[in-house]
């Protein structure tokens, strides 16, 4: 049972250092005058994913890819099919124009460039580049068309703030550390692969930030940002954490759990973006992602 506190402990300890990163190097990035938007849409968006991002580097400074795989793919499996799926079953969501325009096809295309590189079931770091390369190019054509200045600040520069970050890097530290060495020991202890146990315990850890916001900004009517939540998540997942973990070595796992994962993840994919045609994911229809995805969990326990 020890394995399983610390697994917790770990998670909460993510949970808190990229809260406290997030926090203030928004704060830091205000004083310095940086727009709302460019907060938003780098260190806010970054922030969220710091937990599978500090996680999957450290499982491969470990030597243990299949880690990272099954925390980017099944983070992404969970983000549309328990996040998406439950929020919009319980409040159907309206889909903006902007989203069916830019947003979904950027989620499809992140989705067929993991395909590609993972074709011969590893991901090089030349390849993990053009990842990286291409989200960064979308990140930059985003920022591009909001060049209006934005002079508010929120005060000057906190020496608290510099705490904070400094604070948030050592739990991140400490919690991906730990996250992997209890992942190592439950899924022996389980009699489950790494991949396995990444895609149900570490990626559905990770992924509580991402669910409960969605959860949340779906009852509230705040649609915009249920949908942004799991589409932002998910690119940065396929695109940057996949990418940048291939800098510290070959990203690879078994090749049945890419042959179930990968299909599965490119499936509801492709059906988030056909139900966004309508401009609304109904209750239906969030109960049939809903129930792909438990499909897809059970398939895979077997």
Not at 23 to 30: F, G, L, M, T
Not at 47 to 74: F, K, R, Y
Not at 149 to 161: A, I, K, S, Y
Not at 234 to 250: K, P, Q, R
């Amino acid at each position: 049972m020890l394995e399983y506190l610390i697994f917790f402990l770990s998670l909460l300890a993510l949970f808190l250092g990229a809260k406290f990163l997030t926090d203030s190097a928004r704060q830091i990035a205000r004083a310095a005058g940086v727009s709302e938007f460019i907060i938003g849409a780098t260190i806010v968006a970054f922030g969220t994913s710091l937990p599978e991002l500090a996680s999957s580097i450290i499982a491969m400074l470990s030597g243990h890819p299949s880690i990272v795989v099954g925390n980017a793919l099944g983070s992404n499996v969970a983000n549309i099919g328990l996040a998406l799926g439950l929020a919009s079953m319980l409040y159907p969501i309206y889909v903006s124009r902007q989203i069916t325009d830019i947003d979904i096809p950027f989620l499809l295309a992140s989705v067929v460039a993991t395909f590609v590189v993972f074709i011969d079931l590893s991901i090089t770091w030349i390849e993990g580049i053009l990842l990286i390369s291409m989200y960064l190019a979308f990140i930059y054509h985003e920022i591009s068309q909001h060049r209006e200045p934005d002079d508010t600040t929120n005060g000057g520069f906190d020496f608290r703030h510099l705490l904070g970050f400094v604070l948030g890097l050592a739990l991140l530290y400490v919690g991906a550390r730990y996250l992997v060495s209890s992942t190592l020991a439950i899924s022996d202890s389980l009699g489950l692969s790494e991949s396995q146990i990444a895609f149900f315990f570490v990626a559905l850890g990770t992924s509580l930030p991402e669910i409960a916001t969605t959860l949340i900004a779906a009852r509230s009517g705040r649609a915009e940002i249920a949908m942004g939540n799991v589409l932002g998540s998910n690119t940065f997942n396929s695109l940057i954490i996949l990418g940048s973990s291939s800098l510290f070595g070959v990203v690879s796992a078994d090749s049945s759990f890419l042959y179930a994962t990968l299909p599965a993840m490119t499936l509801l994919s492709i059906l988030l973006g056909f139900m966004s045609i309508n401009n609304t994911i109904t209750r239906l229809e969030g109960t049939l992602l809903l129930l792909i995805y438990c499909i897809i969990s059970l398939n895979l326990i077997r």
